[in-house]
Each structure stands twice: as structure tokens, then as C-alpha cells.
């Protein structure tokens, strides 16, 4: 009886372990639902790329343009013609000013006149430096002639000048080749130029100089090379520096002039002519020219 007891109790606690493996396989199903263990999951899938990121090269890129750029304008030196007294002090220092004349008339000033004078003597002084104010070629040189005594004349051609000059000059009238009825005997031939040039240029004349220059026809000048130094020769009434310029054809007048004087030659006669009444060399004002605005 004893032994059947213990084996009915063995077979219950087999009965009971196995009831409960049931029992918990039942709750695990029923926790679970059927129809997401049937369905694969969707992922949002980032890719990274394991590469390492270079800069992007610098691209130099020649580009050839389609139109040809107009060269640029080169810069033209223009200096004071009084060495130590800048061109903007010019003007404190006109003794005579610009007053030009009628076409074809030789009224006696047709420049300016620039004077250094003593604060305390009240009078023009001799003696302070003159210098080109552009680069040229000397075509007059005169030694102690009426009107302008010791004097230098030089010539520029137009497209050498500062591109402000070139602008204000194309403003202007151009030269009348011998169109003016002068109010002065000339000699014969002397509105016959030796060749006809119609090439412009500007003339700069530096008059009244205290001795006669050292340069010859021919020679080239530098903006800022000495030409001498102010002085009373010709008709000057005080020392003074006086300028002239005028834009005219080259190639028609060289050497020397003078018209007042018994000593002046049929050549210097006939330079003269040409230079003050003419029409050919049509006269400007150098304060117009000085104080241009830049176009470099």
C-alpha cells in the first residue's frame, strides 16, 4: 500500500511538471501576435560611405576675350616750368594773364606771365630755375630776339601729350592752314610750308630767359630738364617767365624768328609770321591745360 502511494505521487508531480511546461507555452503564444511574426519589419536604412572627402582642385582659367581691350592710356609726366614752385601754385604767381588775341592779329602778349617775386622788396626777381614741362623735341632756339630774347620753342606731338590734354585740345577749333588775313607784312612765301604735314602737335614756347639756352634744333627734352632760368631779355619790363602755347601742324616751322629788327632774316621773318599770326597754330591757354582734370 506504502509502495502505491509513493508511485501515485511520483506519476502526480510528472503530471504537474509537465502541466506546467504546458501552461507557460500557452501564455508565451497567446502574448505574442501571429500576424506580426509573419510580417518582416521595414528599416529606414542610413548608408555611410566610408571615403574620405578631398577638396575640389583650384581651377585657374585663362579666358581669352572676344574683343580686343583698347591698350591702356600711359601716363604722361607734366611738371611745373618753375623748378620748386608746383603747378597748382601757378596760379598765385601769374604776373600777366592769358588775353588772347583776334585771328590774324599780332597784338603784342599772347601767353602768360609767371613772376617770383620778394614778399618784402615788392619786385620780380631773376634767376629761378625753368624747366620743359613735357617731353619734346626743340624746333626754335633764340638768342636775344625782339620780342622774346633768349627763348627755346618745343614741339610735342599730339599723341604723345597726357590723354587729359588730348581730350581738352580736341575741343577745341582745329588749326585753319593759313586761314587768317594777317594785320602784318610777311615776306613772300611764308604761308608756302616747306611740306604739308597734317600731323598735330603742341608747341611750348619759355620766353624772356635771363642767358640763351645751351640746346640746338633737334635736341630732346624730358619733362623737368633745365632750360635756363628767368630773366628781362626781349621786351620784358620786369623778369618774368613767359610761356606760350599753341596747337598746330608740324613740320613748319624751325629755327630762329624775330620781326621787329632790321638783323631778322627773310627764314626768322617768316617763322614769326607763321607762329603769331597765321591761324595755323591756333594759341591756347596754358592755365586750361595746367589745370585739366586727368583722363590716365
Avoid at 9 to 14: C, D, E, G, T, V
Avoid at 157 to 173: A, G, I, R
Avoid at 222 to 231: E, K, P, T, V
Avoid at 238 to 245: D, F, G, Q, S, V
Wanted: aromatic fraction near 10%.
Amino acid at each position: 500500500m506504502f509502495i502505491m502511494i509513493n508511485q501515485y505521487n511520483s506519476r502526480m508531480k510528472i503530471f504537474a511538471f509537465l502541466f506546467n511546461i504546458l501552461l507557460l507555452l500557452l501564455v508565451g503564444c497567446l502574448s505574442n501576435d501571429p500576424l506580426e511574426e509573419n510580417i518582416s519589419p521595414t528599416f529606414e536604412i542610413t548608408k555611410t560611405l566610408n571615403i574620405e572627402e578631398k577638396p575640389s582642385p583650384t581651377i585657374t582659367q585663362t579666358v581669352v576675350p572676344t574683343n580686343t581691350p583698347e591698350p591702356k592710356a600711359i601716363e604722361i609726366d607734366v611738371c611745373s616750368p618753375l623748378v620748386n614752385y608746383p603747378i597748382e601754385n601757378l596760379v598765385n604767381m601769374i604776373s600777366n594773364p592769358f588775353l588772347p588775341p583776334k585771328p590774324g592779329s599780332d597784338d603784342p602778349h599772347q601767353g602768360v606771365d609767371f613772376s617770383v617775386v620778394d614778399p618784402d622788396l615788392r619786385m620780380a626777381l631773376k634767376g629761378a630755375a625753368v624747366q620743359a614741362i613735357l617731353a619734346g623735341e626743340v624746333v626754335m632756339v633764340m638768342d636775344d630776339r625782339f620780342p622774346y630774347g633768349h627763348a627755346i620753342l618745343v614741339e610735342t606731338p599730339f599723341q604723345k601729350l597726357p590723354v587729359s590734354w588730348m581730350e581738352k585740345l580736341e575741343t577745341q577749333t582745329k588749326p585753319d592752314l593759313f586761314g587768317a588775313n594777317p594785320s602784318l607784312t610777311c615776306p613772300a612765301g611764308w604761308d608756302q610750308p616747306d611740306q604739308e604735314n597734317m600731323d598735330l602737335s603742341l608747341y611750348i614756347l619759355y620766353a624772356h630767359l635771363d642767358t640763351a639756352t645751351t640746346y640746338t634744333l633737334g635736341d630732346q627734352v624730358d619733362c623737368g630738364d633745365g632750360l635756363g632760368s628767368i630773366g628781362d631779355s626781349g621786351n620784358a619790363l620786369a623778369p618774368h617767365l613767359h610761356i606760350e602755347m599753341r596747337y598746330g601742324y608740324s613740320s613748319g616751322i624751325k629755327g630762329s624768328m624775330a620781326h621787329y629788327t632790321v638783323s631778322a632774316d627773310q627764314q626768322e621773318m617768316s617763322n614769326y609770321c607763321r607762329w603769331r599770326v597765321s591761324g595755323w597754330y591756333r594759341i591756347i591757354d596754358p592755365m586750361d591745360l595746367f589745370f585739366t582734370n586727368p583722363g590716365s
